[in-house]
């Protein structure tokens, strides 16, 4: 069946016909046509689908590989990237060993200290583009690296797409977080933005991150986006930077 391409209502008149065609694969991605993983059509079937050249599904899909919503794998096609692949396992965590190899000390000792119900606050509400006293799943957890408590996070994700996440099921999960709401909750992060700045913590911080109460943390406060740039994940975390530092790649 041929999807018609956007209206003008939907899109402004000027926008590229290329970029409509992105916007439609946006749709089909964000409605689980395809899951994270699975391969996508040919860019042949696409353009037969949308009634556009080829060129154009070209470039659509180029910029959603450079979007790191899909990739391209020689000789097989272009698959929905997901976070459960080993090259994208740590896309947002940018506190790396001093060494300045993540891989080399292994996946990080996941503890979950809480993970409970509540009422969104006003600034969370905000953050996730809900209101306040709306229903949120508030989840504290300790990242360890070889046995050294490293990474303190808090983090904020709206009730209804999480309902029936538990502590019990965080706890039970091998892989990565993101690779978990892709697989059991059909969510997810596609993007993310970040706020980092530097602070003292709290005995309760220090105490869980094995720290004097005196020393300072790396603060970062990130929000992880889905597909449209819809608000998903607010999270905030205290980074150790005694034997780890932050790195980002620029350009």
Known sequence: MNTPLLTDTATPSF???YQQIKTLILQSLQAGEWKPGE????????????RVSQGTVRKAIDELAAE?????????????ATHAEQHVQYRFLKLVPDSGDINTEGPAERTIVDCRRLRASADVARALALRSGDAVLQVRRVLAYRGVPTILEDLWLPGLPFKGLTAERLRASRGPMYAMF???????????????????PDAEQAALLDVAAGIPLLSVERLAHTYHDTPMELRRGLYRTDTHHYRNELG
Not at 72 to 78: A, H, L, P, V
Request: avoid cysteine; glycine fraction near 6%.
């Open 68 to 80: 790191n919503l899909v990739v391209r794998r020689q000789g097989k096609g272009t698959f929905v």
């Open 39 to 50: 391969p996508i059509p040919s860019e042949m079937d696409l353009a037969a689908r949308f």
């Open 15 to 17: 926008s590229p016909l």
């Open 182 to 200: 892709e697989t059991e909750f059909g969510v997810r992060m596609v993007r993310a933005e970040e706020k980092i700045r530097a602070v003292l």
